[in-house]
T-cell receptor, first 114, second 118 residues
Framework: AQSVSQHNHHVILSEAASLELGCNYS??????LFWYVQYPGQHLQLLLK??????LVKGIKGFEAEFIKSKFSFNLRKPSVQWSDTAEYFC????????????FGGGTRVLVKP | DAGVIQSPRHEVTEMGQEVTLRCKPI?????LFWYRQTMMRGLELLIY????????DSGMPEDRFSAKMPNASFSTLKIQPSEPRDSAVYFC????????????????FGEGSRLTVL
């Protein structure tokens, strides 16, 4: 079975700082990859996804992620964060053959100080 | 579209009581998922359905948990009897399974049902 590991449980940074959240997965086959965001008190919503093609994926709100197949990684980045980016971020993976059954990482709580 | 609708949003109950959580998926979606979110364990997939049929219930923690999907527009997750360790936020999500129509591979989540068992 696949698993997803997010390296940081909590990240605190100031506005305008750059953000990078690590995500590694374990699965031997081809996968689809996702980043979801959960703002305080809200439900999860999709930030970006990777299915195939250009490994550098751009999502909403200035976020991007890079798929590095050799490292089984799909790290999320944002060059300059805002206070409104305070949220919990979840990496998720699904094998291409497994329908939409996503396995989520443990999440990273990001606090952006104004 | 109204999105995935869950009820109740909050439930406080006593140990031993039966709890029923409800979910209405997005119209036209044919896959439905129940997730549980806790501080200790994060997001766990409990069960998912394709075309109203349970496909994988390996995440259901115990026999106290059961889920049904009697039709394409309604699903329930029942806990009987409930225990304090069941306290969590339960999310329902729906999607369009691969191979049918326009498929983004994206799950659409409801607002969640926050359950507190005393």
């Amino acid at each position: 079975a696949q698993s997803v590991s997010q390296h940081n449980h909590h990240v605190i940074l100031s506005e305008a700082a750059s953000l990078e959240l690590g995500c590694n997965y374990s699965y031997g086959g081809t996968v689809n990859l996702f980043w979801y965001v959960q703002y305080p008190g809200q439900h999860l919503q999709l930030l970006l996804k990777y299915f195939s093609g250009d490994p550098l994926v751009k999502g909403i709100k200035g976020f991007e992620a890079e798929f590095i197949k050799s490292k089984f990684s799909f790290n999320l980045r944002k060059p300059s964060v805002q206070w409104s980016d305070t949220a919990e971020y979840f990496c998720a993976v699904t094998p291409k053959a497994a329908g939409n059954k996503l396995t989520f990482g443990g999440g990273t709580r990001v606090l952006v100080k104004p | 579209d109204a999105g995935v609708i869950q009820s109740p949003r909050h439930e406080v109950t006593e140990m031993g009581q039966e709890v029923t959580l409800r979910c209405k998926p997005i119209s036209g979606h044919n896959s439905l998922f129940w997730y549980r979110q806790t501080m200790m364990r994060g997001l766990e997939l409990l069960i998912y359905f394709n075309n109203n049929v349970p496909i994988d219930d390996s995440g259901m923690p115990e026999d106290r948990f059961s889920a049904k999907m009697p039709n394409a527009s309604f699903s329930t997750l029942k806990i009987q009897p409930s225990e304090p360790r069941d306290s969590a936020v339960y999310f329902c999500a729906s999607s369009l399974a691969r191979g049918q129509g326009t498929n983004t591979g994206e799950l659409f989540f409801g607002e969640g049902s926050r359950l507190t068992v005393l």
